[in-house]
């Protein structure tokens, strides 16, 4: 009786999740110590750093050189937001160019960790194209270092609605929803998180969804 009241508990999740933790990041602190430039992967569970960032995340590369060359100076120059948009290079671009210079500089300032940039930079594309040129992940995250969490939950469902394999956005999106004390809705989303992920992400989804369990006090689902 105790045995079956114990697997319908959040724990067991917990304990396989931590289990899985352990397991992952022994192997890569071995392939670390063997490989001096590959990083240990570090799981904080309740900081930012156990949201998935854009790093792996692919992105556009229509960007011709003489635009990427420009975007990288006019991002180290500093200058304001909106000294950018008023520069003549950049008004001297069609609506195309335009496009593919704001989905551009977002990155970089996304490469900066300047993620108030990045927001100005994506805002007035629409989903779908941002989705078009692989921003909308680094736009959902930059919301939410900005701490506009409902804004970046919205956005992070737009790209799961695109794409319901979205590892990270999956995610990221339970992880902030249990950053927001929404367990409820959290459930079903790192339970898909689970189901589509592997390794750190499907440990973390896995983490999560004990966590919720456990907040919701699941003990007979």
């Not at 917990?14 to 490989?35: D, M, R, Y």
């Not at 594309?125 to 900005?146: C, D, G, M, V, W």
Request: glycine share 4%; aromatic share 10%.
């Amino acid at each position: 009786m105790f045995r079956h009241k114990l697997s319908q508990t959040g724990i067991p999740y917990l304990i396989f999740a931590i289990l899985l933790i352990g397991t992952i990041v022994s192997v890569e602190n071995i392939f670390s110590s063997k490989i001096d430039d590959v990083a240990a992967i570090e799981i904080v569970s309740n900081s930012d750093e156990s949201f998935e960032d854009a790093s792996l995340i692919s992105t556009s590369n229509t960007i011709n050189p003489k635009t990427s060359i420009f975007i990288q100076e006019i991002v180290n120059s500093k200058i304001s937001f909106t000294d950018i948009k008023n520069h003549p290079h950049v008004q001297a671009l069609n609506e195309q160019e335009q496009i593919e210079f704001y989905q551009g500089l977002a990155q970089e300032f996304y490469n900066q960790n300047d993620y108030n940039n990045v927001i100005k930079s994506l805002q007035s594309f629409t989903p779908n194209q941002r989705i078009e040129y692989k921003s909308q992940f680094i736009y959902a995250y930059s919301l939410s270092k900005s701490s506009d969490w409902q804004a970046a939950i919205k956005q992070y469902q737009l790209m799961i609605d695109n794409d319901s394999q979205s590892q990270a956005a999956t995610l990221n999106l339970g992880l902030l929803l249990k950053k927001g004390q929404l367990c409820k809705q959290a459930i079903p989303v790192f339970t898909k998180s689970v189901s589509i992920s592997s390794g750190t992400k499907k440990a973390k989804a896995l983490s999560g969804l004990a966590h919720c369990h456990f907040t919701l006090n699941n003990f007979n689902d």
